[in-house]
């Protein structure tokens, strides 16, 4: 048998304008259609998330299985407003949502998305030519949330205007189905554009009803992918070693209390690579490039069944990456692009608690939460170490600590058919600087950064309030104001870096200031044309204002407004169709310019047919690129931003997944991406996107 599937669906508890995934609820839906009576309904590939006012798509594990990505970049981008800076290699991916994110072909992050695993927030800032560190395998996750807008920064930090990413790893349970007893699962993979090939084991075991483990390893090596005009993306290739493993203890009276601990790692070593990983060729300097991340956590919960007040979470964790550089050719061997070892370290301690009551004819359900960390960035340049040298961070990517605390709340407040959610967010943060260049006599001829031990001290406010109005069974309308506090990040210690030509006090101390309106409707109704079929669909539209920024080189304030659509249909009969499309705009106010960040209109469109009882999914897949001219861009240094040409690539799939006989518990997957081989380079991406690509994967649960 395989596992069953699990769709995460965030209430109205955390907001229209919070996501948060360590407070939902789970709900389990089965793979075969659902028996009310006489009545068979029909699934679509993707449910839209019609409950709750947050603008989200979540991504689930049969979606997660079917589209075999071999990174987490290429799992979102088929989220609408979500766009990629390439994505098939992950040191060269990042993620831009609703124009913001990445920066196309410089950096892998403006600060303005979150990343955020298992509810840890995962990348540094601004590494230069390198991705936003989703180096993570996918093979790991069983849900992917993308949140887009505003919805993640009560919860995880003020700042993120574009957008919260947010990747919930596996557990026993979801192989275990709570029964005790043992399971294992080996998987096959492999991909033709690359020779790619791919082993996943994974071992359950649950020796009680109140403990379950899991351990599980996955190992992925790839060669460099070809494009559509037969040319070979130079260094897209790459071997990663990936381990998850995680225990959960439930005890006392009606399993009230329970521990979690769980460690997950990835290491991803790559040799004689151009050091510019979003355009390989571009520059002179070869590396030796090694990537790791781990995330260690310990949780503890209480939530009694007899009290509705309590809903207690505490959670330690500990995440730790490191990207190291070493020469790889004597023309680099004195550079110092290639000569560093960046790492970024964050350590947090974070208490919520989710109360419900009611008062009067209000039902409230209050989310309270507290963080207090410390993150600690280097990135020490190894050409002049100490004692002969200063031991000093590269000029590209100032360090330090940072030392914050955060408060926040936010209370869904239920009048009948109205919701209201006012959220607000407090962070106060000190960043002390570390080995910037504030060294007299430094051989470096560069701007210094601020003496070591100096400190910078600045705090923020986010919040907002967001509505939804249930008009009747199927149809509801909901909005949400939000306003954000960006603060200082370790860049910013540099004026060098960040092309503002006032002091490195004045730098800083600037906090980045964002406002946002959504707007937006949802239908879910069943029985429309036949009885069982279901239709449902979401349209939003919003506008982002962002000021005093410091992010981008000359520019100040930034305004971006969109409408995005996502519509789905399913019939009794196993047919089913999912749309969905973005169209975004940018300014840049300051020089009275076009944001050149914001992407393309894009249109992607399924059709598919379960059958045999859901055991076989057959789907295929269009995905329309428009020609996007709108943009200042002329020099081939900023390839990204280049105009582009209208494109659509066709992919198409097939899953068999039998639930008797002697093939139970066999999945046997087949995809083809971009059928007919066209040679194309997305608005933002700054490579080809692969050719034609045969994929095969099959496993077995024992």
């Known amino acids: 048998m395989y596992y069953t599937t699990n769709r995460a669906l965030l209430r109205a508890t955390t907001t229209l304008f919070v996501g948060l995934s360590f407070t939902s609820p789970v709900l389990a839906q089965s793979e075969t259609p659902v028996d009310l009576g006489e009545l068979v309904l029909g699934e679509s590939r993707r449910d839209i998330q019609t409950d709750t006012a947050a603008t989200e798509t979540v991504i689930d594990q049969e979606e997660l299985d079917e589209r075999q990505g071999s990174t987490v970049a290429e799992l979102v981008t088929t989220v609408p407003g979500v766009t990629l800076v390439n994505g098939s290699s992950p040191a060269g991916s990042a993620i831009n949502i609703r124009g913001l994110g990445a920066q196309s072909g410089v950096f892998g992050t403006d600060n303005k998305v979150d990343i955020v695993v298992d509810g840890v927030a995962k990348g540094s800032d601004e590494i230069y030519r390198f991705g936003t560190q989703l180096i993570s395998e996918p093979e790991l996750y069983k849900q992917v949330t993308v949140i887009r807008g505003p919805g993640g920064i009560t919860a995880f930090g003020n700042g993120a205007i574009g957008g919260t990413v947010q990747l919930e790893t596996k557990n026993a349970s979801d192989f275990t189905g709570g029964e005790i007893g043992t399971y294992f699962r080996q998987k096959f993979g492999y991909e033709s554009n690359g020779d790619g090939l791919l082993s996943s084991t994974i071992f359950a075991w649950q020796p009680t009803d109140n403990f379950e483990f899991i351990g599980s390893y996955v190992r992925r090596d790839t060669n460099d992918f070809e494009d559509g005009a037969g040319n070979n993306a130079r260094d897209s290739g790459f071997t990663s070693d990936n381990l998850l493993i995680k225990g959960r203890y439930q005890f006392g009276p009606g399993s009230a209390h329970s521990i979690t601990a769980s460690y997950q790692f990835t290491e991803i070593p790559e040799r004689n690579v151009d050091y510019n990983a979003f355009n390989p060729g571009s520059f002179a300097t070869l590396v030796n490039r090694d990537s790791r991340n781990v995330t260690g956590i310990v949780a503890y919960e209480f939530n009694p069944a007899d009290n509705e007040l309590i809903n207690f979470k505490a959670q330690l964790s500990v995440s730790d990456e490191k990207v190291r550089f070493t020469s790889a050719a004597p023309a680099s061997a004195n550079s110092e692009l290639g000569n560093t070892d960046h790492a970024t370290k964050r350590t947090v301690l974070s208490f919520t608690n989710e109360a419900r009551f009611n008062t009067g004819a209000v039902n409230h359900t209050l989310l309270t939460g507290l963080d207090i960390g410390r993150e600690s960035r280097s990135a020490l340049d190894r050409r002049n170490p100490p004692p002969n040298g200063p031991g000093e961070n590269a000029v590209a990517a100032p360090g330090g600590d940072k030392d914050f605390i955060a408060v926040y709340v936010a209370n869904e407040m239920q009048f009948g058919a109205l919701t209201v959610t006012p959220a607000l967010r407090y962070e106060r943060q000190t960043i002390t600087s570390r080995n910037n260049n504030g060294t007299v006599g430094s051989f470096r001829p560069v701007p210094p950064g601020p003496l070591d031990g100096t400190e910078f001290s600045a705090d923020g406010w986010s919040g907002g309030i967001s509505g939804r109005y249930q008009f009747n069974d199927s149809v509801a309308v909901f909005g949400t104001v939000a306003y954000s506090e960006g603060l200082p990040i370790f860049d910013d210690l540099r004026t060098a870096i960040a092309g503002v030509p006032t002091s490195p006090d004045a730098l800083i101390n600037r906090v980045e200031k964002a406002a946002s309106v959504e707007l937006g409707f949802n239908i879910d109704k069943q029985n429309v044309f036949s009885d069982g079929d279901q239709f449902a669909a979401e349209i939003v539209a919003f506008k982002n204002r962002l000021w005093d920024v410091t992010t981008y080189r000359g520019i100040r304030e930034v305004e971006i407004k969109g409408v995005e659509i996502e519509l789905s249909y399913a019939h009794t009969s196993g047919w089913y169709t999912d749309f969905n499309a973005a169209v975004i705009r940018g ?116």
């Open 587 to 702: 300014d840049d106010m300051t020089n009275r310019n076009r944001f050149e960040q914001t992407p393309a209109d894009q249109i992607r469109l399924t059709v598919g047919k379960r059958m045999l009882d859901d055991q076989l999914n057959l789907n295929a897949e269009a995905v329309h690129y428009r020609a996007n001219t709108r943009t200042d861009s002329t020099s081939p240094f900023s390839v990204g931003t280049l105009p582009t040409e209208s494109a659509t690539i066709f992919n198409i799939g097939a899953s068999y997944r039998p639930n008797t006989g002697n093939w139970k518990g066999v999945e046997v997957i087949f995809g083809i991406d971009n059928v007919t081989d066209r040679a194309y380079a997305p608005y933002l991406s700054t490579r080809n996107i692969p050719g034609r690509n045969v994929k095969l994967s099959i496993a077995k649960s024992f």
